[in-house]
Antibody, heavy 126, light 108 residues
Framework: QVQLQESGPGLVKPSQTLSLTCTVSGVSINTGGYYWSWIRQLPGKGLEWIGSIYYTGSTYYNPSLKSRLSISVDTSKNQFSLKLSSVTAADTAVHYC??????????????????WGQGTLVTVSS | EIVMTQSPATLSVSPGERATLSCRASQSVNSNLAWYQQKPGQAPRLLIYGASTRATGLPARFSGSGSGTDFTLSISSLQSEDFAVYYCQQYNGWPSLTFGGGTKVESK
């Protein structure tokens, strides 16, 4: 079955760049049909969609994070990655990678998230 | 950005009873709403999409309804494994996908 697994540093210093990778198994990222996504959960709070990428390289970013955000895909490794620059303590969160689905609602973008990784906590602190 | 508001924040229900969770959107999202369940230490799990379509394998005791701005997730006969936090998420307001703040369903 399809599985997603996040990896990356658990501690990042303020003003630096948060970098995470999601390794996908059970399906090729090249297959299409999924929007490979990042979602975060701030401590004790709800969920925030960060952004998504299609295997073609098309990206979809949360407008509130767009200026600091980069999501890329490496089809040869069946991975996709997140980079969030100029982080502050407010970026401390559990970060999930997920597989988004387009359900037919125009525009053609991720609608809901069918599969999730286990999540990884990234703390921003000096 | 469309703001999603869930109520109540905490719902205390006895096993076997019915649970009714609400989600309200700040503007119409048509039927473009999903529900997720999250247990402690776990990732969210998709339950419902299109406001009322159950995800594969989801027990029939879970049902979603509503359209426009007001939505409901019902669990007809609460089982022990259903105690969790539930989130709604809209996907009508592109370029932003937004989640509600969650409702915790706890044992009474």
């Amino acid at each position: 079955q399809v599985q997603l697994q996040e990896s990356g540093p658990g501690l990042v210093k303020p003003s630096q760049t948060l970098s995470l990778t999601c390794t996908v198994s059970g399906v090729s990222i090249n297959t299409g049909g999924y929007y490979w996504s990042w979602i975060r959960q701030l401590p004790g709070k709800g969920l925030e969609w960060i952004g998504s990428i299609y295997y073609t390289g098309s990206t979809y970013y949360n407008p509130s994070l767009k200026s600091r955000l980069s999501i890329s895909v490496d089809t040869s490794k069946n991975q996709f990655s997140l980079k969030l620059s100029s982080v502050t303590a407010a970026d401390t969160a559990v970060h999930y990678c997920a597989a988004g689905i387009w359900g037919g609602v125009r525009p053609v973008v991720p609608n809901w998230f069918a599969l999730w990784g286990q999540g990884t906590l990234v703390t921003v602190s000096s | 950005e469309i703001v999603m508001t869930q109520s109540p924040a905490t719902l205390s229900v006895s096993p076997g009873e019915r649970a009714t969770l609400s989600c309200r959107a700040s503007q119409s999202v048509n039927s473009n709403l999903a529900w997720y369940q999250q247990k402690p230490g776990q990732a969210p799990r998709l339950l419902i999409y299109g406001a009322s379509t159950r995800a594969t394998g989801l027990p029939a005791r879970f049902s979603g309804s509503g359209s426009g701005t007001d939505f409901t997730l019902s669990i007809s006969s609460l089982q022990s494994e259903d105690f969790a936090v539930y989130y709604c998420q809209q996907y009508n307001g592109w370029p932003s996908l937004t989640f509600g703040g969650g409702t915790k369903v706890e044992s009474k």
